[in-house]
């Protein structure tokens, strides 16, 4: 589920649309998690999937740390990708915010953390010397990642979190000691898939 004080914008021809602040978002806000109602496929049940349901599967999933594909029901699967993204996954199965975000401003993530099975052009961006996301950016970016989270858990407990009731129950205790500064967060490395089957998409 996306941050309630969001909407479906157009953002550019290029572009087309996404996910926009409505209201000021603070660093260190849960922005998307997933809930009940997102889908989850198995690499078996893709392969069982007509070629039109493949093609949406595509666009518009991700990948978790099993291989399966998680298609979000809401506009989340609207959100853009940035080199400079303005969320960032956590293994705890929900993206923070990892800098405020104003209204009018895009929520955005970096493709390379959701395990994208084919590399994936981007348009160039400002002072980053990346243009393509691939399979193992995962294995080379997420102390970067890892970093910009750290900072971001440092405001959990100081900001308002209306996502937070749905967070799921096994990670209810890792995430309030890692809010509160009493264990390690766990790295993001832990969202890579290490799998090495190939979709049928």
């Not at 104003?102 to 010397?129: C, I, K, M, R």
């Amino acid at each position: 589920m996306i941050h309630p004080h969001t909407e479906l914008r157009f953002i550019s021809p290029e572009i087309g649309y996404g996910v926009v602040a409505t209201c000021f978002i603070p660093k260190g806000t849960i922005c998307w998690i997933f809930d009940a109602f997102d889908q989850v496929f198995t690499p078996a049940q893709v392969r069982g999937l007509d070629q039109i349901h493949r093609d949406i599967l595509n666009k518009y999933s991700y990948r978790d740390a099993q291989g399966n594909f998680v298609l979000c029901w809401d506009n989340s699967r609207f959100v853009n990708h940035s080199f400079n993204s303005s969320l960032v996954s956590t293994p705890y199965n929900f993206e923070l915010a990892v800098r405020d975000i104003h209204p009018g401003q895009e929520l955005t993530d970096d493709y390379g953390y959701l395990n994208v099975w084919e590399p994936f052009e981007a348009l160039p961006e400002p002072g980053s010397p990346r243009t393509r996301v691939l399979p193992d950016d995962l294995l080379h970016f997420h102390a970067e990642w890892d970093a910009k989270l750290l900072a971001a858990f440092q405001h959990f407990n100081r900001v308002e979190q209306p996502l937070l009731p749905l967070l799921e129950a096994p990670y209810r205790a890792t995430v309030a000691a890692v809010a509160a500064g009493r264990q390690p967060m766990d790295s993001i490395l832990n969202c890579y898939y290490r799998g090495v089957e190939m979709p049928v998409l």
